[in-house]
């Protein structure tokens, strides 16, 4: 089994619904993903996944996506003045915790075909939630 992991790193704003805490209000983070993939075969360059390709299909996205953006739960009252503003959000059926943004970029991997493992969000230089399945 071999594995590869690659790390991108993005800056995104957030608040979390239905949440006795700081988390409450709209704050910031710069946070950093963990793409793990694996599997067993090589290819003839004895390479399971090409670092450059993977960073330029997930990058990519969460550039699109995730970067420099305001991720809010659908019936967060803040969507609807951020978007009359032409601010970026974007919309999470759940609250956008580490463990959802986390969901969100493994989604996105599975849709692409990548031998994806496990994708880990590190919210802080200290804490990260990680999902797989
Ligand atoms: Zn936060």
Same mark, same amino acid.
């Given at each position: 089994m071999f594995k590869v992991c690659k790390?991108?790193?993005f800056c995104y704003g957030h608040r979390l619904m239905s949440y006795d805490g700081p988390c409450m209000h709209p704050h910031g983070h710069n946070g950093r993903a963990e793409i793990h993939l694996k599997g067993d075969t090589l290819d003839g360059r004895y390479i399971l996944f090409?670092?450059?390709d993977l960073k330029e299909i997930v990058k990519t996205w969460i550039d699109d996506t995730l970067d420099h953006r305001m991720l809010l739960r659908k019936d967060d009252p803040?969507?609807?003045p951020l978007r009359k503003l032409g601010e970026p +959000?974007? +919309?999470f059926d759940v609250n956008p915790t580490a463990e959802a943004i986390a969901q969100k970029i493994y989604a996105?991997?599975?849709e692409k075909k990548l031998p994806i493992e496990e994708v880990r +969000?590190?919210?802080t230089? $200290? $804490?990260f939630? $990680?999902?797989r399945e």
């Open positions: 790390e991108i790193t090409e670092f450059g803040l969507l609807e +959000v974007t +919309v996105y991997c599975r +969000v590190w919210e230089e $200290s $804490s939630a $990680s999902y």
